[in-house]
């Protein structure tokens, strides 16, 4: 799952379609508008979880992970708000961190990332599975997903949610860490604006360990409201056919407007359903700093992954997710 790549390669086998007409056609109303000058009015909505930890944990049997459904119907018909999120302050970057135990993963035939793994949690009765990654932050316990993969847009929080990270073949060598609270802008959460489609987990650490998420299996620097059109590297775990989730996947190449809207940005990246919310870096591939999640497709664009642009907006929800 490592190989080098050059710039525009792909390594998964199948486009995203997780969009519906619904949403091209509208933003395809949006296509000629212009960039706002100024980022909307925001505030981050944060939902504190009720369930136990371990009780969370005991849901999530290997049975109910191998069953549980990709995300990708839960942004079908989303639509756009008028306003859009531009980079409204000056960049910024907050390094990543390395693991400060000596916990090592399970031996496995592709040594997975040890930061990037795999989000299971319940909407509407349904069990789904998405992608994440631990990012640095000051409480050490902090996950980035698609905003979809923890709440309805607009609807009700995910319940039972936790991140698996480095999972492989049902394997769970760092065990599962269960979300305490979840952060997603209010454009997700009230108006299931898709420019808009991140969301943040603060985790608790597994039963029997006190180690922190960032200590035990390290965390990737973010970066906000950075130039457009960048190269990334993006990781998931796509589920949908041809794929079956038990892998880490990979695709990389420059970023490229939305040509039906005015902030998401595009990847040639044919990952399927179940790599939403999987990382977008900049730089060294994962080792680099993450910039945006996956978050959606057009079925009339073939071969192209589209991720939020992350600006002030999406800054404020991780703010107030890492604080």
């Given at each position: 799952?490592?190989?080098?790549?050059?710039?525009?390669?792909?390594?998964?086998?199948r486009?995203?379609?997780?969009?519906?007409?619904?949403?091209?056609?509208?933003?395809?109303?949006?296509?000629?508008?212009?960039?706002?000058?100024?980022?909307?009015?925001?505030?981050?909505?944060?939902?504190?979880?009720?369930?136990?930890?371990?009780?969370?944990?005991?849901?999530?049997?290997?049975?109910?992970?191998?069953?549980?459904?990709?995300?990708?119907?839960?942004?079908?018909?989303?639509?756009?708000?008028a306003?859009?999120?531009?980079?409204?302050?000056?960049?910024?970057?907050?390094?990543?961190?390395?693991?400060?135990?000596?916990?090592?993963?399970?031996?496995?035939?592709?040594?997975?990332?040890?930061?990037?793994?795999?989000?299971?949690?319940?909407?509407?009765?349904?069990?789904?599975?998405?992608?994440?990654?631990?990012?640095?932050?000051?409480?050490?316990?902090?996950?980035?997903?698609?905003?979809?993969?923890?709440?309805?847009?607009?609807?009700?929080?995910?319940?039972?949610?936790?991140?698996?990270?480095?999972?492989?073949?049902?394997?769970?060598?760092?065990?599962?860490?269960?979300?305490?609270?979840?952060?997603?802008?209010?454009?997700?959460?009230?108006?299931?604006?898709?420019?808009?489609?991140?969301?943040?987990?603060?985790?608790?650490?597994?039963?029997?360990?006190?180690?922190?998420?960032?200590?035990?299996?390290?965390?990737?620097?973010?970066?906000?409201?950075?130039?457009?059109g960048?190269?990334?590297?993006?990781?998931?775990?796509?589920?949908?056919?041809p794929?079956?989730g038990?892998?880490?996947?990979?695709?990389s190449?420059?970023?490229?407007?939305?040509?039906?809207?005015?902030?998401?940005?595009?990847?040639?990246?044919?990952?399927t359903?179940?790599?939403?919310?999987?990382?977008w870096?900049?730089?060294?591939?994962?080792?680099?700093?993450?910039?945006?999640?996956?978050?959606?497709?057009?079925?009339?664009?073939?071969?192209?992954?589209?991720?939020?642009?992350?600006?002030?907006?999406?800054?404020?929800?991780?703010?107030?997710?890492?604080?």
């Amino acid at each position: 799952m490592h190989q080098s790549m050059t710039p525009g390669a792909r390594r998964s086998r199948r486009p995203l379609a997780w969009l519906t007409a619904t949403l091209a056609a509208s933003a395809l109303a949006l296509g000629g508008a212009q960039a706002a000058t100024a980022a909307p009015a925001s505030s981050t909505v944060t939902h504190t979880v009720g369930a136990s930890a371990s009780a969370t944990s005991a849901y999530w049997t290997s049975d109910r992970m191998e069953a549980a459904v990709d995300a990708d119907r839960l942004v079908a018909g989303q639509s756009r708000g008028a306003s859009q999120d531009v980079a409204a302050g000056a960049p910024a970057t907050v390094p990543g961190r390395a693991p400060q135990t000596s916990a090592k993963p399970q031996p496995v035939s592709v040594a997975p990332v040890a930061h990037i793994g795999k989000v299971f949690f319940t909407l509407g009765g349904v069990d789904y599975v998405c992608s994440g990654n631990s990012v640095v932050s000051a409480n050490e316990r902090t996950v980035s997903t698609a905003g979809h993969c923890l709440n309805e847009g607009p609807g009700a929080f995910a319940t039972n949610f936790v991140f698996a990270p480095a999972y492989e073949n049902g394997s769970t060598p760092f065990g599962v860490w269960t979300a305490t609270e979840l952060h997603a802008p209010s454009q997700w959460v009230s108006g299931g604006d898709i420019d808009y489609d991140t969301g943040f987990a603060v985790v608790a650490s597994p039963a029997g360990s006190s180690a922190t998420l960032s200590d035990t299996v390290g965390a990737s620097g973010v970066a906000f409201n950075q130039a457009r059109g960048l190269s990334y590297t993006a990781y998931g775990y796509p589920a949908a056919r041809p794929f079956d989730g038990q892998t880490l996947e990979t695709c990389s190449g420059t970023a490229r407007n939305d040509a039906y809207g005015t902030q998401s940005q595009g990847i040639p990246c044919d990952m399927t359903g179940g790599s939403s919310g999987g990382p977008w870096f900049i730089g060294s591939g994962a080792a680099g700093v993450q910039n945006s999640v996956n978050s959606f497709g057009y079925s009339t664009v073939r071969n192209t992954m589209f991720g939020p642009y992350w600006g002030s907006v999406i800054q404020s929800a991780y703010q107030a997710a890492q604080s």
